[in-house]
């Protein structure tokens, strides 16, 4: 490296403190549903999932080589930019984890970067090609095939396990879960990882210590790989509740159908270079197994506030990119005040979250219809009312000859006796 400056130290310090978060905000991506089956204790699942995630960032930079060459004119910004960008990811990050939603760290990234740029270089430092193709078709692309696929594996393997044992079948298919959780936290750590490397040696090479084209440093992949997994290691709890638990219930057959097909679509997308966001690949699938069970149901309240989540995402966090880039033009005094403002409003919502905490002994609590113990009970929707209206009665087991005993009915005290009328 020819120079390494303040500005650079304090970019590459917030992009570690982005990756951090985004490891305890996906780690429900992996793990959700192989905790709330029961297949693993929810200590032993994050932490299976962390050292995968660190091996996973080791395994490609393509998706790093997207970010830090594909997404924005690297001659049109500064690494003040590339700072505004990482806080407006942070903060949204840490908003949707505190009240529970499984919303994008990836989208968060890019709508900060996207805010970022425009505000610095205009328009045109943007590059709308890779944008579309790399980031908002897979978006959307990304959680429908994985939720069909998700869908029709889940009915292939309830079908393909009616004449099993029902408890060995049940063993094997949480064995095979834990196998596919494994897939995804490896898959997570090549794909996501990968976005905080692109986005270390995009600042690096803004701010003249590396040069233009350059793929990740050695050490970047090694810091990257960490913060991830430590961050996946304290465990999103609220967000694990929330997949595993608020979209739908499921059984081992459904979690070994969702986690498969999540974790082909993300390795298939992080050899293509594609930035996927892994939240919406497993949200679809989880939601696929939910509807490919016979009785499944996917609660669509949960999964609404969770689409509008999605959909603010990238605005959200290019308004809030936006704004902290123009205010470090002010100067060096200007890059100083958001950072006090990124401590201090992540400060605020660390303490709000301690008012009701929800950690590895409480995150499969739920009330008796098996909603999460701290959501809103889902109401009956019009299908569901029609089923329960024309579905007859479950039959009750009846003698062979349909003989009926009917119990002798008491006889009634008889009365007492009228005395005699006395003689007159």
């Known amino acids: 490296m020819e120079s390494f400056s303040l500005i650079l130290a304090i970019v590459v310090i917030t992009a570690l403190a982005f990756d951090f978060t985004n490891g305890f905000h996906d780690t429900a991506n992996a793990m959700a549903t192989t905790i709330s089956t029961g297949a693993l204790k929810p200590k032993v699942a994050v932490a299976m999932s962390a050292v995968l995630n660190l091996v996973g960032a080791f395994l490609s930079v393509e998706v790093a080589n997207t970010i830090s060459k594909g997404l924005v004119d690297e001659s049109g910004i500064r690494p003040e930019v590339i700072f505004a960008a990482l806080v407006g990811a942070i903060l949204w990050n840490l908003l949707t984890w505190l009240v529970g939603l499984p919303s994008s760290s990836s989208h968060a990234l890019m709508g900060g970067l996207i805010g970022a740029t425009v505000a610095s270089a205009g328009f045109g430092a943007v590059h709308g090609g890779a944008l579309i193709t790399k980031v908002l078709i897979p978006a959307i692309a990304a959680p429908l095939v994985a939720g069909i696929a998700a869908l029709f594996a889940t009915r292939l393997t309830y079908s393909l396990g009616k004449k099993s044992d029902g408890r060995a079948a049940e063993k094997g298919h949480r064995v095979g879960q834990i196998a596919s959780a494994g897939l995804v936290s490896l898959a997570h750590g090549t794909n996501d990882a990968q976005k905080t490397m692109g986005i270390i040696t995009l600042a690096l090479i803004t701010g003249g210590a590396l040069a233009p084209g350059s793929n990740p440093p050695v050490w970047v992949i090694v810091s990257a790989g960490l913060a991830i997994a430590i961050g996946t290691?304290?465990?999103?709890?609220?967000?694990?509740?929330?997949?595993?638990?608020?979209?739908?219930?499921?059984?081992?057959?459904?979690?070994?159908?969702?986690?498969?097909?999540?974790?082909?679509?993300?390795?298939?997308?992080?050899?293509?270079?594609?930035?996927?966001?892994?939240?919406?690949?497993?949200?679809?699938?989880?939601?696929?197994?939910?509807?490919?069970?016979?009785?499944?149901?996917?609660?669509?309240?949960?999964?609404?506030?969770?689409?509008?989540?999605?959909?603010?995402?990238?605005?959200?966090?290019?308004?809030?990119?936006?704004?902290?880039?123009?205010?470090?033009?002010?100067?060096?005094?200007?890059?100083?005040?958001?950072?006090?403002?990124?401590?201090?409003?992540?400060?605020?919502?660390?303490?709000?979250?301690?008012?009701?905490?929800?950690?590895?002994?409480?995150?499969?609590?739920?009330?008796?219809?098996?909603?999460?113990?701290?959501?809103?009970?889902?109401?009956?929707?019009v299908i569901t009312q029609a089923m329960a209206a024309v579905t007859p009665p479950p039959a009750s087991p009846v003698a062979g000859d349909l003989t009926v005993t009917i119990p002798a009915q008491a006889s009634a005290p008889a009365p007492a006796a009228t005395p005699p009328a006395a003689a007159v």
């Open 233 to 381: 290691y304290l465990g999103g709890w609220r967000i694990i509740r929330t997949m595993g638990k608020g979209l739908t219930d499921l059984q081992p057959q459904q979690g070994f159908a969702a986690q498969t097909s999540a974790a082909t679509a993300i390795l298939a997308s992080s050899h293509l270079g594609f930035s996927l966001s892994t939240t919406h690949v497993v949200s679809g699938s989880v939601m696929g197994a939910g509807l490919g069970r016979k009785g499944g149901v996917v609660r669509w309240s949960t999964a609404t506030r969770m689409f509008v989540a999605w959909g603010l995402t990238l605005p959200a966090a290019a308004l809030v990119g936006a704004g902290a880039e123009a205010v470090t033009r002010l100067g060096s005094w200007g890059t100083a005040a958001v950072a006090v403002f990124l401590v201090a409003s992540s400060a605020a919502i660390w303490k709000i979250s301690r008012r009701e905490v929800v950690d590895h002994t409480n995150v499969n609590d739920t009330h008796a219809d098996g909603t999460p113990a701290d959501g809103a009970e889902e109401p009956a929707g």
